[in-house]
């Protein structure tokens, strides 16, 4: 069982930058694919970066550039660097472990209750 908590979320103006964070609790961290998520009212949930447990990062093409995902093992969590914040970055962001690498929300068992992002333009 891994519990999920997420913070950094607010209020930034277009181009502006963030950092996210995902502490994590429970057993082996480590071994865990972790992964971010976003999703923006009325929308689907989708994928925005993943890192494997040995540090290997994968974006989606949207925030891919801008974005920066990674991992602090010995302090269990997940970060998630903004920059260059755009208004359709707006959503309420999740983070997320998983047993495999993917960019499929339903491969992940365990989720956090996600921090709001609003850009303003």
């Known amino acids: 069982q891994v519990q999920l908590v997420e913070s950094g979320g607010g209020l930034v103006q277009t181009g502006g930058s963030l950092r996210l964070s995902c502490v994590a609790s429970?057993?082996?961290?480590?071994?865990?694919?972790m992964g971010w998520f976003r999703q923006a009212p009325g929308k689907e949930r989708e994928f925005v970066a993943g890192?494997?447990?040995?540090?290997?990062?994968y974006y989606a093409d949207s925030v891919k550039g801008r974005f920066t995902i990674s991992r602090d093992n010995a302090k269990n969590t997940v970060y998630l660097q903004m920059n260059s914040l755009k208004p359709e970055d707006t959503a309420v962001y999740y983070c997320?472990?998983?047993?495999?690498?993917?960019?499929?929300?339903?491969?992940?068992?365990?989720w956090g209750q996600g921090t709001q992002v609003t850009v303003s333009s």
């Open positions: 429970g057993r082996s961290f480590s071994s865990y694919a």
């Open positions: 890192i494997s447990w040995g540090g290997g990062t």
């Open positions: 997320a472990a998983s047993s495999i690498v993917s960019r499929a929300s339903s491969d992940y068992a365990y």
